[in-house]
């Protein structure tokens, strides 16, 4: 279970495994999609609670969650709605979250730069926000005074 600070513009967000998270290969784990374990990892540091929903059970599901895990990624519950939840076949089953990212949407998953794009659309440049958040310490601007400014020197 993660321990993220849940802000209260949090979302709670389900996320497919198979195609959304890694190329298909079921019932293999398939290469990991461009930028996702940076962004889920963004996501989850930006407050939101992260549910691994999957059509993977047993040892499978067990599995894509341990390669999440190896990749810095643990989820706040895995397919239900939170960690102590408890699953009966008497009752349909429907996820409360308010988010669902799947490689099954109408239009099909656009990728996670998009993703991000989505959710946080004044949340600053996804490549500096996920792909390299250190990126702005490696730019050092150079302070320009006023008089040099105004003398048009640099």
């Known amino acids: 279970m993660s321990n993220h600070f849940i802000s209260p513009d949090s979302k709670v967000i389900a996320v ?9 290969a079921y019932p293999g784990i398939g290469k990991e999609m461009l930028f996702a374990f940076a962004t889920l990892k963004a996501l989850q540091a930006k407050g939101h609670k ?11 599901l067990q599995e894509a969650v341990e390669y999440c895990k190896k990749n810095g990624v643990e989820f706040y519950a895995v397919n239900r709605n939170f960690p102590e939840e408890e699953v009966s076949e008497k009752v349909a089953r429907k996820l409360n979250a308010d988010i669902f990212i799947d490689d099954r949407n109408i239009g099909g998953f656009r ?9 946080h659309p004044d949340g600053g440049d996804f490549f500096h926000v996920v792909v390299n958040p250190d990126a702005h310490n490696n730019y050092k601007k150079e302070e320009v005074s006023f008089f040099k400014r105004f003398l048009g020197r640099k």
């Open 16 to 24: 497919d495994f198979d195609g959304t998270i890694v190329e298909h």
């Open 50 to 60: 992260l549910i691994l929903w999957t059509y993977r059970h047993g040892d499978l």
């Open 111 to 119: 990728g996670w730069s998009e993703v991000w794009q989505m959710l």
